[in-house]
């Protein structure tokens, strides 16, 4: 059967963690592989958006087509069969929100997901970002990632081995493919246990990040000191980027809607009916803040639509 092109929304809100930013002019829900292929022949450059949890859209919207996966295929998971050794793989589609995952994999008695608790996203968008803190990443608990090349359309299954991952990175953003399935490795365990840890790190999140302001997580990536920083850590250790923006002064500061978190210094939070251009424009100050203070560039982790830092 020949595929057909989803429906095409014009003018649509794109949603997001932070409630701020434009619309798509135009926006398309592939519900099958299929759709997305025909999808990506109409514009190889689309922006592929999962739940927008680490995405900041410009005021003015985006031109390229915007493609949600989180409906159809894209949102079915299955859970397998333990082997001898106690693993099951988990398949699930990219737009399966990782909230729901976590709760059926750790119902299970499947260790592994709880260590991601409170990251909102989709599975792809997880996968791309290497989304992770204090307990681990994603890219721990991954057997295979499907993705699909944006010029050929062709499907590729890339065993964990293949991909690279780093901190808030990976090999397939580099690419650019599209994610469309992942299959996970969980480990048998005991419920209760896993249910504890899950209330931990659930407890962790909400005691050290503002969770119900509008965000979109971290807003720029921990850095790798290239100097030694006197009574901070010497060159070529990782610092916390909440830490640098605190001690530079910038907690609590504001630009319109915009503020410096004074929760997590590096969480910048926008008001409800917020500016895009506000955030940025703070984003702006804080990094400037900070190379004053340490001679520290701070690049952002948050993926910005329709402008740049
Ligand atoms: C309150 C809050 C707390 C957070 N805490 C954490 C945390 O502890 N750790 C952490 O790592 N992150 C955290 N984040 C950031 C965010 O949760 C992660 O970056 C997450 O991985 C984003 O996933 P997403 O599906 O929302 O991706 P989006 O924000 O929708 O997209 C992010 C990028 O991934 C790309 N993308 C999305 N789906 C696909 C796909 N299927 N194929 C190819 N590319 C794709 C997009 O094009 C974009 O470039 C937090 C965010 C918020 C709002």
Redesign the pocket.
Known sequence: MVATLPPIATDAPIPT?FGVGGPARRLAKPETVAQLAQCLELDPAA?????????LVADAGVQPLVIS?KQGEFEHFTIGQPDPRGNVLVDAG?GVHLFKLINATTDAGLAGLENLA?????L???V??N???KYGAIADHIASVTVMDRATRALTTLKRAQIDFGY?ASSI?RSGA??TAVQLRLKRSDPATVKRKLKEVTEY?KST?P?SAN????AFKNPVLSTDLPGIAVAGSQVSAGMLIDRAGCKGMRHGTAEVSTVHGNFITAAKGGKADDVIALMRQVQAKVQAAFSVTLKPEV?IWGDTL
């Open positions: 963690w922006l592929i958006l999962g739940d927008g949890a680490n995405l996966l990219a409170g990251i909102p996203a989709c792809g968008g997880a791309v970002m989304a992770g803190g808030r953003a599209v994610v999140k990040q969770m965000s979109a997580g971290c993926v």
